[in-house]
Structure formats: C-alpha cells, structure tokens
Nanobody, 123 residues
C-alpha cells in the first residue's frame, strides 16, 4: 500500500508556471506507475499525465502536451508535475495517483489517490 500527499498548488495568473509535487510513503513506490489527474468544478475527473514505474515512458493529455512535464525520483519517492504556460482552463483540483505499472491513462487502474491540491489560474 502507498499513501500520497500532493503539494504546490496555488493561485497564479495566466501564463505563469507551477510545480506540483507528490510525496509517497512505502517501500514499493518504484513498482507503481504514477499519474496526475484533475477535476474542475462541475466536470468529471480527467487524465493529465502519467509516468511508468522506471520513468522511461510518459503520457500526456492533448490539452497539456508541450506545456506540462511529469517526472519522478524513485530514490526520493516523489513524482512532480511541472506546469508551464498555465491557462484558466487548467483550473482544477489536481490529484496524484499510484497504480498501473505501465502508466495507464484510465483512473480506474490507479487504486491509490492523494487528497488533491487546488490550482487556480486567473487574472
């Protein structure tokens, strides 16, 4: 089992950057693929990015491709999401998830979730 805690959210202006971090407990972090998902008010949760357990493959939603970068450090049990050129439509609660080793884009394949961190992009 793994516990996840996100940090780094906040209020920023359009065009700004934020770096989200997710700290994982447990000795098996490197056996999990990791994903970032988000949920905006009144909308369903959606996939943002994922990374395989060794970090050799990454996947992105089309809406964030080229602006967001997911990375992980298995020695530190952390996964990060660097978000650049933020847009108002990126406003959401961002969740870190652990699960499928091949980093699926489907939330149902991730059994472990953090509590989420709010990202608000507004002028």
């Amino acid at each position: 089992q793994v516990q996840l805690v996100e940090s780094g959210g906040g209020l920023v202006q359009p065009g700004a950057s934020l770096r989200l971090s997710c700290a994982a407990s447990g000795r098996t972090f490197s056996s999990y693929g990791m994903g970032w998902f988000r949920q905006a008010p009144g909308k369903e949760r959606e996939f943002v990015a994922s990374i395989t357990r060794r970090g050799d493959d990454t996947y992105y939603a089309d809406s964030v491709k080229g602006r967001f970068t997911i990375s992980r450090d298995n020695a530190k049990n952390t996964v990060n999401l660097q978000m650049n050129s933020l847009k108002p439509e990126d406003t959401a609660v961002y969740y870190c998830a652990a699960g499928d080793p091949i980093a699926a884009t489907t939330g149902a394949l991730y059994p472990y979730w953090g509590q989420g961190t709010q990202v608000t992009v507004s002028s």
